[in-house]
């Protein structure tokens, strides 16, 4: 399994496990309730489970059974990143960084785990960021001034004008980032 084919829900397990070196199954239930992911990231507990089961079949976490596990049922396994899994989570925040919609669940894992980026290349990469966006504003904005003039134009102005004021924000938010990660370097 490569990062490609990672969703969301095991990109978000990916870097829970890389972020606490070990933990159970229940521990990332918990840690994800505890940080919201288990809304916006689709880590329910029957989701956490079912994409362990299919990041155990690669080799991006280790397991090992929990010997200290008190109480009723099996012996838990315990989950940790192998050395690939840190290195396929920093590539996905890298790429989810640059090309990634803002609002989407990839995006916001990305900064969720951005802390396995050093901050000069996270601020390199929120500047590209920004390039990648002014070219779509630009591209909006050429598409929309080649719109006829006509009645049928109006929604047509509208929905360009909505589209052309999210990619602004997101220019204008690409910008802050990289100038407070770039403050933090200083």
Known sequence: MDQNTLSDAEFALLGLISETG??????????AA?????????????NVYK??????????????????????????LLYSSSAHGHLVLRNLVEQSIVDAREQSTSFKLALAFSGCVPAKRLATLFSSRESKLRSRLADIEAA????????ESRSASLLFEYVMQGVAHEVQMARNFAQLITGECS
């Open 22 to 31: 070990s933990i159970s199954g229940y521990g990332l239930m918990m840690l």
């Open 34 to 46: 505890t940080r919201g992911m288990s809304h916006w990231a689709n880590l329910s507990a029957s």
């Open 51 to 76: 994409h362990l089961k299919a990041l155990r079949g690669t080799d991006l976490i280790d397991t090992i059974h929990d010997v200290e596990k008190r109480g009723r049922g099996p012996s838990g």
């Open 144 to 151: 929309k001034m080649a719109q006829p003039n006509t009645a």
